[in-house]
């Protein structure tokens, strides 16, 4: 099997020290350095839909090494620091978007006492799928999808696929539990209403055995030095707890 590492960032840019929710931020000239050592090292990206096809057995193989690299919430700085970076060392990605904040701010980060910035516009989502990013559902609105109650996450699963594809004309295939809060309830759910894949926050290298619904990722720190993202792709590979699985 080949290495398979689904990494995750929120949002790219500059930004003052944090002693909180540092997984959310990475600053630009880091990422640059990651996309250029992932580059060096013969890392391949591929997209969220080739994923789920070799984990179905439906392609035969992939590059040796590979990425998927992931970027929630769609916020506004992904279009202006990330978009130009990615196309300039060649690698794809996908955003997970919130239907139901379009053109607004993160104003949950706000409660935590950060600044709420931009999300991209309807206009800028459009334009990085012409560059060939691929676009997710991060939910409507946000919800930690286990501590609501079901019908409110059930309709939020359903409804911010059916409005991100009525706005982009395209297939919203994939799914990204905010916060990372998933069950067995939640994963079936997200399958019933559609999607083929969804990824959590369990931080480990994907194994081909995965559950398409709960895919781990491996989060940037704004603290991460070259060093410490290094030793996270090369080194980093066993989840801390038991993934969740479906019954098949």
């Known amino acids: 099997m080949p290495k398979i590492d689904v990494i995750m960032y ?16 990475c600053d630009v000239k880091r990422f640059e350095n990651q996309l250029r050592l992932l580059k060096f090292n013969g890392f391949k990206s591929i997209s969220m839909g080739q994923l789920y096809l070799y984990l179905k057995g439906e392609v035969a193989s992939l590059p040796e090494k590979c990425v998927v690299l992931t970027f929630d919430d769609g916020y506004e700085n992904f279009y202006e620091y990330a978009l130009p970076l990615l196309q300039k060392y060649g690698f ?3 955003v997970y978007v919130l239907a139901g904040k379009i053109g607004e701010k993160a104003d949950w980060l706000e409660k935590d006492g950060h ?22 559902s991060h939910g409507y609105s946000h919800l930690r999808l286990t501590e609501c109650e079901y019908y409110i996450a059930k309709d939020d699963i359903i409804k911010s696929k ?19 809060y998933h069950n067995i309830e939640i994963m ?12 959590t926050c ?3 290298t994907l194994r081909k ?3 398409p619904f709960a895919i781990p990722r491996k989060a940037v720190s704004y603290g991460d030095s ?9 080194f980093k590979n066993r989840p801390k707890r038991e993934l969740l699985r479906l019954d098949d």
């Open 188 to 199: 079936r759910t997200v399958k019933e209403a559609g999607y083929l894949t969804a990824v």
């Open 92 to 94: 794809t990605a996908v």
């Open 226 to 234: 070259l060093l410490g993202f290094a030793w996270k792709i090369f």
């Open 115 to 136: 600044y709420p910035a931009k999300l991209m516009s309807l206009s800028q989502i459009r334009d990085i799928i012409k560059y060939g990013i691929e676009i997710g």
């Open 10 to 25: 929120h949002q790219i840019g500059r930004f003052k020290k944090m002693s909180s929710h540092k997984a959310t931020y």
């Open 209 to 211: 055995d995965v559950d």
């Open 202 to 204: 369990e931080r480990a």
């Open 162 to 180: 059916k409005i991100l594809e009525d706005l982009l004309g395209c297939n919203v295939d994939h799914f990204c539990y905010p916060y990372g």
